[in-house]
């Protein structure tokens, strides 16, 4: 007699960055007013979207996240005025660099919101961990960065020093 045991579900890992303003108070306000959601977030906070770093968004998935997320202020009411804007802007560049190397945009999200609103950072939070449970595990988890490098490569327009091997 053979037994089936039960498959284990797919439990996403997502980082999700925010600024220090609207993001943080979002997230803070949340668990200050015991709103429920997934405990899977790893935060990273930032001063301002503003200061989104493509390479930080993409390094996320390289260290093994399996979806990640920008919380910003709302658009037009930003405390640096256009910070969010310029890191949707990149946001937006690195979503495009997913698609090429074939890890897909769909893991990568920007969402607005002001620092009161706690019930929408739980529902950015739950939206992100479905969309990524149906996505399925990053494919970039378990392998070496040697690997990655190998495998990416020839996908890969290379924008910064080369460092010599050695």
């Given at each position: 007699m053979t037994t089936h045991q039960p498959r284990k579900s797919f439990e996403p890992e997502l980082t999700a960055f925010y600024c220090i303003y609207c993001g943080y108070m979002a997230a803070d306000t949340a668990g200050a007013l015991g709103v429920q959601?997934?405990?899977?977030?790893?935060?990273?906070?930032?001063?301002?979207?503003?200061?989104?770093?493509?390479?930080?968004l993409l390094e996320a998935f390289e260290q093994g996240a399996d979806g990640v997320f920008v919380v910003a202020c709302p658009i037009g009411n930003c405390h640096h005025v256009r910070g969010n804007e310029r890191g949707l802007a990149r946001l937006q560049r690195a979503q495009k660099i997913l698609d090429e190397i074939g890890l897909g945009s769909d893991r990568l999200e920007m969402f607005f919101m002001s620092g009161s609103q706690a019930?929408?950072?739980?529902?950015?939070v739950d939206k992100m961990t479905d969309r990524i449970r149906k996505l399925g595990p990053n494919p970039l988890k378990g392998e070496s960065p040697s690997d990655i490098k190998n495998e990416f490569e020839d996908k890969l327009e290379f924008r910064g020093r080369r460092l010599s091997p050695g």
């Open positions: 959601y997934p405990a899977n977030v790893k935060f990273v906070r930032m001063p301002c979207t503003g200061k989104t770093d493509i390479r930080y019930h929408t950072f739980a529902s950015a």
